[in-house]
């Protein structure tokens, strides 16, 4: 597991849209892991400004996500099917038929079954990662153990509270989620980690102090990953040390 430290956020959000543009570029059918939430914003809107200038396309690129709220319908504003319509899919050319995700109002087994086929065939070829304040990765909250396979979760009370800002009221935070699981996730052929803001401190502090695999710290597995980057700004480094 690598670190890169960066001048701002804009800086990670850019060196991460590189990264992903080169496999863009190198991949035949390349397979783009991606995440939701505030962090992979900037992200989502250097890859469309540079398909707007014609710099790079996706015509041949295939998407999975990471997580669904269970209960959000692709429709609602705070699902994360709705979040990938409004920062990326309606922006470039990817065809639908190219993007998985998870439906947040499918049967969840169904669901999570379609997602452990899927991945069995195809590792990603890159993985965008952002993080919880208590070092989730997708939704794989602190526990006692880590899980495989594609699950149901039940968000942690530290997640709830977090997402709460993009809801009208707590309460309307839904309480489970279906999320990739570790196997997935590490292995991706390439994963990134991306992080901003004193929130992830600990987290982050905690993940690069030790070399230490704990499933109370979920992002701790990066370390067995091949290639697994940590993208941190100037600013959070600071406040870590
Ligand atoms: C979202 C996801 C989550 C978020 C994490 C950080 O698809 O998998 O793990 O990456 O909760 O969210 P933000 O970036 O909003 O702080």
Redesign the pocket.
Known sequence: MKTIVTGSYAESSRILADMFECVMRTVEEPLLGL??????LGMYQCLTEDYSRGLIDFSHVHTI???EYVGLPRSHSQS?GYYMDKHLFSKVNLLPENTLLIDGVGEPEAQCRRYNEFLSQSPMDILV?????NG????NEPDDAFCASTHVVELADD?IC??ARFFERIEDVPRHAI?MGMAGITQAREVVLIAT?M??AKAIGALLADDKIDPRLPCSILKVCQNATILIDKDLADYIQ
């Open positions: 995440s939701t939430g505030s962090t992979p996500n990471l997580d994360f990662l952002g993080i919880g304040n989730h990765i997708g939704f997640t977090a997402n999320t803001g929130a992830k």
